[in-house]
């Protein structure tokens, strides 16, 4: 059974920092584009950031560049998304997901095959 399995999130404090971990099980996902998207309350999925297989392209939403830091370790199955500078709007419900027909990165929910089950981030003002 494929699983992708989030955890890492919380309450912090605005300006501080929570790293999110994604491992992946049931199938290697060495060739796959690993993404990071987050749903707040009443709004629709949101693309955050993505990483290619080898890990040498990534890609953000513009609200996030330069505060957050997208990861991947093969040899764990395993995707990280390093939250700095953490703002009350990024808020949300955080998911991981995972691309099997796109090796070089991609916004598009919709190429995304498998889902977690996400985790919560509750910044504070």
């Known amino acids: 059974q494929v699983q992708l399995v989030e955890s890492g999130g919380g309450l912090v404090q605005a300006g501080g920092s929570l790293r999110l971990s994604c491992a992946a099980s049931g199938r290697t996902f060495i060739t796959d584009t690993m993404g990071w998207f987050r749903q707040a309350p009443g709004l629709e999925h949101e693309f955050v950031a993505s990483i290619s297989w080898n890990g040498g392209s990534t890609g953000y939403t513009d609200s996030v560049k330069g505060r957050f830091t997208i990861s991947r370790d093969n040899a764990k199955n395993t995707v990280y998304l390093q939250m700095n500078s953490l703002k009350p709007e990024d808020t949300a419900v955080y998911y991981c997901?995972?691309?099997?027909?796109?090796?070089?990165?991609?916004?598009?929910?919709?190429?995304?095959?498998?889902w977690g089950q996400g985790t919560q981030v509750t910044v504070s003002s």
């Open positions: 997901a995972a691309s099997t027909s796109t090796r070089w990165g991609t916004s598009l929910r919709d190429r995304y095959d498998y």
